[in-house]
């Protein structure tokens, strides 16, 4: 984005909005695992503002603790965690989740997730990792394209078809890995297929060597979340997950919206459900 294309955008807000607040979150949102620390210049280009605009802005992160400062260099403090923390926390499926994706981790020995679409990412809001994996690549609050990831695939598919198209239209549809779908027909065409199975695979698109299955979770009359399984590829066929995975992945998300109603209504359903879930 440039900076004249930054300004029209920030200047675009509507008159009782804040600018600040925007740029300041920008600014936070700016870092990631290919950029940890920045210099005033690099975080005024990543989000499309002059130097001076980003100066103010970190110079009040730094004062609020949000952001460090080492020479040249800028990165986030531990105080930005208690954005994610606090998000977390007031969503009361995370409380309720957690717990039941580490039941079905150690039942299975597969790595679990459940996760959000939000733009044009996904976002993992619950994980549980398998005790043998080797290296882990999802951890709460990882942000992955949707269209690369199983449980990206059931979110997408689930969208009304106007939703869909304008996704389509204002998401990068990157090339993570040489296996990833980078092409809106062929897009079109995948979530196809998972409307028509119930049930999206993401086999070495996010990363080689791991392929993963995921089935949507109904908290409502829409599909707000999906509940994936991943593993190694040399550890299980891609037939064996859809036969053997599934099912279970589907037992498990029923666990998971029965739990979340009977939460709503103020039952003890929900211990009971997560109980015999670990019983199986």
Same mark, same amino acid.
């Given at each position: &984005? ?13 008159? !009782?909005?804040? %600018? ?24 005024? $280009?990543?989000?499309? *503002?002059? #130097? ?25 403090? #531990?105080?930005?965690?208690?954005? /994610? ?10 409380? *309720? ?26 976002? @993992? ?10 290296? !882990? @690549? ?12 199983? *449980? =990206? ?7 009304? #078809? ?20 980078? !092409? ?10 998972? $409307? ?6 993401? !086999? %070495? ?14 908290? /409502? ?16 066929? $891609?037939?064996? &997950? ?23 209504? =103020?039952?003890?359903? =929900? ?10």
């Amino acid at each position: &984005m440039s900076t004249r294309q930054a300004s029209t955008r920030y200047a675009g807000l509507e008159q !009782d909005l804040l %600018q600040s607040l925007a740029k300041g979150l920008a600014v936070i949102e700016a870092f990631g695992p290919d950029t940890p620390r920045m210099t005033l210049s690099e975080v005024a $280009r990543r989000i499309g *503002v002059t #130097p001076g605009s980003a100066q103010r802005v970190l110079k009040t992160l730094l004062h609020l603790g949000y952001v460090g400062q080492e020479k040249q260099f800028y990165s986030l403090r #531990p105080r930005a965690l208690m954005l /994610g923390y606090a998000y977390l926390s007031s969503q009361p499926f995370t409380a *309720v989740v957690q717990p039941m994706l580490t039941a079905l981790t150690e039942r299975t020995g597969k790595s679990c997730s459940l996760a959000l679409l939000d733009g044009a990412d996904v976002v @993992y809001v619950g994980r549980a990792t398998a005790k043998h994996l080797r290296r !882990d @690549y999802v951890w709460i609050g990882t942000r992955i394209p949707a269209h690369t990831t199983s *449980v =990206g695939k059931v979110l997408l598919a689930a969208l009304p #078809p106007a939703e869909l198209e304008a996704w389509i239209a204002h998401s990068p549809l990157t090339r993570v890995t040489p296996h990833a779908v980078a !092409d809106a027909a062929a897009l079109r065409a995948e979530l196809d297929r998972v $409307r028509a199975q119930g049930f999206g695979v993401n !086999d %070495q698109e996010t990363i080689m060597g791991i392929r993963s299955i995921a089935v949507p979770v109904p908290f /409502g009359p829409r599909v707000e979340a999906a509940l994936g399984m991943s593993t190694e590829v040399s550890a299980m066929e $891609r037939g064996a &997950m859809e036969s053997e995975l599934v099912p279970v992945l589907r037992e498990a998300a029923s666990a998971i919206a029965a739990t979340m109603a009977a939460r709503e209504r =103020g039952e003890s359903l =929900g211990v009971s459900v997560w109980q015999g879930m670990r019983a199986v």
